[in-house]
DNA sequence: TTTCTGAAAACTGTTGACAGTTTAATGCCG
DNA sequence: CGGCATTAAACTGTCAACAGTTTTCAGAAA
């Protein structure tokens, strides 16, 4: 999609309460809103300059996104994700990943392999400087990447709205930093078989990859309880 | 759930906009609302007697589910669904019902395996009686006690938002009749998987099961355009 | 001091009105 | 008669005010 189509979309697309909805998402994201906190309409109405109106429908844009919930008579609160739910995100995602890898290995383009390749090389030069933050952000172009190469919308919708509802897990401490070298290993073999056309393998390559990310999750879960108890 | 639970979180949740959103979805759902038209927010809200703050909210509800389509200064439009995003929505349902079935295999107590046993039941007299209307019934049962044998909301919330977008497909002639027999053979397999306990089996027998349902729904659209050329 | 009661403050749910845009229609010109 | 500019109607986007509920807090009773 190119500049121009990009504006288009914008012009049809943005409105006060689009706009809205994407400043609270980024305010809940960021932390600035805590997960439980109560959405006060007018404070954000004042904050955001805007009436009341557009600040109501951003927060039900946002409710079906998982991030927010409404209770009658009380408000919109940011939600609130326990560890049985982040299992199942991780679950969902272990399951749309593979499904992403699947369809990336039936439909890539030559162009699409080369950039994931290109990618893969980056992170290992992330890798080997130890540039784990530098790391972090490909990582995410890279899944970004392989759900635009597995061409199709809902997949990928539903696959970045399970990794906003991630973030609003409660100890974002837990959040595992992936084993770089591991990971990227993970990564070189779903583009190998991508590039092969490989669909079954590269399905089960990517399901278990974040199936890996779930396992130390888990870990890190039973070490922070163990640590609580000691 | 129980009743009383019932009760409470109608109380907890209703509030004009989710009632609203609620009649809009059966008009959409109905087809009394069909696929590209514009949700006219002043004639909406006459006809249900509200005004057009809660309207608005609730098509901004139902945006996020997939059925309705904003677009700045128009309005919100009843989204239509084409073949390729009708393959798509396949795809995601094969793939997580699959996921269902094993988490039903892993999860299910022996009530809910007998509950599934008894509706099997129930579908093979439809079968035997050739009452479709009934088997049609007793179909959308089973898949959903299987969502609710796998004890995942987003995997059931999402499951429930395919179906619904299914329903946008223009042409609804084409939403296929299972073949009963096959189909019931398929669900008896299914819940011998699950009560056995083989998750992965219970996997496989699941995404097939909905993957046939694809074939059946690609051969129809295939004999409508031979029909159409003819 | 604690607990209950009741009123006030705060806030959400809903409504009707105003502003700006889009769509349809009317009339003009070729 | 057909195409085009202009104008009016219809409609959406936004706002400010009203109604009803929830929460808070002060004061009285135990």
Redesign the interface.
């Known amino acids: 999609m190119d500049v121009a189509d990009d504006a288009l979309e914008l ?5 006060l ?2 706009l809205v909805a994407q400043r609270l998402e980024a305010l809940i994201l960021g932390g600035r809103l805590p997960p439980g906190e109560r959405l006060n309409e007018v404070a954000l109405a004042r904050e955001l300059g805007v009436s009341r ?1 557009p600040i ?2 951003a927060a ?2 946002l ?4 991030l927010v919930e ?4 009380k408000g919109a609160f940011v939600r609130q994700i326990d560890r049985g ?1 982040m299992l ?2 991780y ?2 995602r272990a ?2 990943t ?2 992403a890898c699947e ?1 990336a290995a039936m439909r890539a383009t030559p162009a699409e392999t080369q950039a994931l390749s290109d990618l893969l090389e980056r992170m290992d030069a992330a890798t080997a400087t130890n540039d784990a933050a530098g790391y972090y952000g490909l990582n995410l172009d890279f899944h970004a990447l392989l759900m635009e190469t597995a061409k ?4 990928r919708s ?1 696959t970045e709205g ?1 990794n906003k509802e991630a973030h609003l897990y409660r100890q974002v401490s837990l959040q595992t930093l992936p084993d770089m070298e591991q990971s990227n290993r993970d990564h070189a073999a779903i583009v190998a078989a991508i590039r092969a056309g490989e669909a079954q393998n590269a399905r089960e390559l990517g399901e278990a990859h974040v199936r890996a990310g779930k396992a130390r999750f888990e870990a890190a879960v039973a070490d922070a309880l163990f640590k609580d108890r000691s």
Chains 1, 2 share one sequence.
């Open positions: 012009r049809r697309t943005s409105t309460s689009t109106g109501r429908e039900r844009l409710s079906n996104h998982g409404f209770i009658a008579n739910e199942e995100i679950d969902l399951v749309l593979g499904h369809l199709s919308t809902r997949l539903y399970l």
